[in-house]
């Protein structure tokens, strides 16, 4: 037990400091892409800019609005983003002396979770804006996990395993590309959405709901629920790479990906979004998960 702790310490403070970089890399990021300089007034090209950010948010006062339930403004940041960090517990690192042999089921249960956090902020707030911002993001939510498990089975049952760390160490699986290429596309796209980033970031719509879910919230509060998305970005790159290429090696390019999107790519439609998730990708990652399903156990 005490081994275990010493090993998931390390992981959670080196995710929570390459979360506060990843909003520097974010920001540096669209600068380039929109032919400006970004940060660069905190030290040497703007290093100490997540530092600056953080000490800013945190010594700012958390309003909280009169008619709102002031225990649950509190609770529902701090449940996201506790829940944003147990999901490290599931990093599939080789070196570690436990391992998680049913961590994909951990993690669709966590995912799923963190679904009630969002809606619990929005409504605890008693702002109609914020409330529609997370009814929002509940629907987005429940729509494209269905999808979301269904794809994680199929990778479970191409690596024989739920365990993500043996499903990093079977790098031997030199057949499986001819397997995944047409599911990849399928979950890079849920991928996006469940991280509610561009071009599926309808919680956060500013231009028709003011931020969306969290406009009511300042300071420490505010700060838990923007470190736990960016927590949720981290680690669902790390997951994909480790599904697509059974490595972490393609964890930073897939980084990369969502930061050339949200440069790129306008906002999707809400009801082409839904209609997406409903109509396309549920058929379609049933389909491939009856179909490899049939044929590994034809082959066995």
């Not at 037990?1 to 929570?16: C, E, F, R, Y």
């Not at 669209?30 to 800013?56: C, E, H, I, W, Y």
């Not at 231009?207 to 700060?223: D, I, M, Q, R």
């Not at 409903?278 to 399903?293: A, C, D, G, Q, R």
């Amino acid at each position: 037990m005490l081994i275990s702790i010493t090993q998931l310490l390390p992981n959670l403070l080196l995710s929570v400091i390459a979360m506060t970089f990843l909003t520097l890399l974010e920001r540096k990021s669209l600068a380039f892409m929109q032919l400006r300089k970004g940060p660069n007034k905190s030290t040497m090209a703007g290093l100490t800019q997540p530092v600056a950010d953080a000490l800013k948010l945190m010594t700012k006062t958390m309003m909280t609005p009169k008619a709102s339930n002031t225990i649950m403004t509190f609770l529902a940041p701090m449940i996201s983003f506790t829940l944003s960090l147990t999901v490290w517990y599931l990093y599939p690192a080789s070196h570690l002396v436990t391992h998680k042999s049913l961590g994909l089921l951990l993690l669709i249960c966590i995912l799923a979770t963190k679904s009630y956090s969002i809606i619990l902020a929005g409504w605890g707030t008693n702002s109609k804006y914020a409330l529609i911002g997370a009814m929002r993001i509940m629907a987005q939510s429940i729509s494209y996990e269905v999808p979301m498990i269904l794809t994680l089975i199929f990778f479970s049952i191409i690596s024989h395993t739920l365990d993500l760390t043996a499903m990093n160490e079977k790098s031997h699986l030199t057949f499986k590309w001819s397997l995944i290429t047409p599911m990849t596309g399928v979950w890079l796209t849920i991928m996006l959405a469940e991280t509610n980033r561009t071009p599926f970031d309808f919680s956060e719509g500013e231009s028709e709901l003011v931020s969306g879910f969290n406009v009511e919230y300042s300071g420490v509060k505010f700060t838990a629920l923007i470190m736990g998305e960016y927590l949720d970005i981290l680690f669902m790159s790390i997951l994909s790479s480790v599904l697509l290429t059974n490595s972490l090696g393609m964890s930073f390019p897939i980084i990369l990906l969502f930061l050339l999107i949200r440069g790129s790519a306008p906002r999707y439609r809400y009801d082409l979004m839904m209609y997406t998730a409903w109509k396309v990708l549920i058929p379609t990652t049933l389909s491939f998960t009856l179909l490899i399903t049939v044929v590994f156990f034809t082959l066995n």
